[in-house]
């Protein structure tokens, strides 16, 4: 007789944590550091960077405990997701560095594949298609998965809205946004006399984000352990 469902049920209040993220913004602004500072939670130690951008050179001078493997081809990483997801490992948590190159070279292996070449569209179906799996596959790891990505800019031909999101290619850009729990963008802002790191989580005017913890709009000096600190107070409070 087959298992039942019920061995799987649990509360609610037991899975209020971050399954998935996508942290993005502009070079230099610690999105690795951010990722990595994971390594200082014991639930989300041992900490892997999945290097595919190669952008995690000096992680190790403040968090040595960190491991990190280089994913430079669209076939590295896919033997790394399959080995992540199928096979045993100690990582709690894995970062992606970043989604968008990861993207890159996911397009020009489609591009590449014979069914492809005379179909300038059939890449893009092939792109959207691996895009949402990736991130649908990692968001129901049992690790936290963290996507960091470069920003994009749009702006609305009708309305000239102006906006920044994360940098997705094609039409997998509608879709993404749906999956993670938490989309925050990093950057540098003037808090007091000091120029501090922000990371927006909440309702921003010109910024796209999301959280399903109730968190505030911003989070200064983010880390892994104020973000996780962040979701036990809206918790405690009933947001």
Same mark, same amino acid.
């Given at each position: ?13 037991? !899975? ?10 502009? $070079? ?7 990722? /990595? #500072? ?12 999945? @290097?595919?951008?190669?952008? /995690? ?12 493997? $280089?994913? @430079? $081809? ?5 033997? =790394? ?8 490992? &100690? ?5 992606? @560095?970043?989604?968008?190159? *990861? ?10 594949? &014979? ?25 129901? *790891? ?8 470069? &920003?994009?800019? +749009?702006? @609305?031909?009708?309305?000239?809205? =102006?906006?920044?999101?994360?940098? =997705? ?5 509608? !879709?993404?946004?749906?999956? &993670? +729990? ?43 352990? #104020? ?6 107070? /809206? ?5």
């Amino acid at each position: 007789m087959a298992a039942s469902f019920l061995a799987g049920v649990s509360k609610a209040t037991d !899975v209020d944590r971050i399954n998935s993220a996508i942290v993005y913004g502009n $070079t230099g602004t610690g999105k690795t550091w951010l990722g /990595a #500072s994971a390594d200082e939670i014991e639930d989300y130690a041992p900490v892997l960077i999945v @290097d595919v951008e190669g952008s /995690a050179a000096g992680v190790g001078r403040k968090y040595p405990n960190v491991d990190i493997v $280089t994913a @430079d $081809t669209y076939e590295k990483l896919e033997i =790394i997701k399959r080995e992540l997801l199928e096979e045993e490992h &100690p990582y709690k948590t894995v970062l992606i @560095d970043t989604l968008n190159v *990861a993207q890159d070279r996911a397009e020009k292996f489609f591009e590449d594949l &014979p069914k492809n070449r005379g179909n300038k569209f059939g890449k893009w179906a092939d792109l959207k298609d691996w895009t949402v799996q990736f991130l649908r596959d990692f968001h129901h *790891a049992e690790f936290l998965a963290v996507f960091l990505a470069h &920003p994009q800019v +749009d702006k @609305d031909e009708n309305t000239g809205r =102006i906006t920044t999101t994360v940098k =997705i290619a094609g039409s997998a850009r509608d !879709v993404a946004p749906t999956i &993670p +729990d938490l989309i925050g963008f990093l950057d540098f802002e003037n808090v007091g006399d000091k120029v501090e790191r922000v990371l927006y989580v909440g309702n921003t005017d010109g910024l796209v984000t999301k959280n399903r913890f109730g968190l505030e709009q911003k989070l200064v000096k983010p880390t892994m352990v #104020s973000i996780q600190t962040a979701i036990f107070e /809206a918790k405690e409070a009933g947001k």
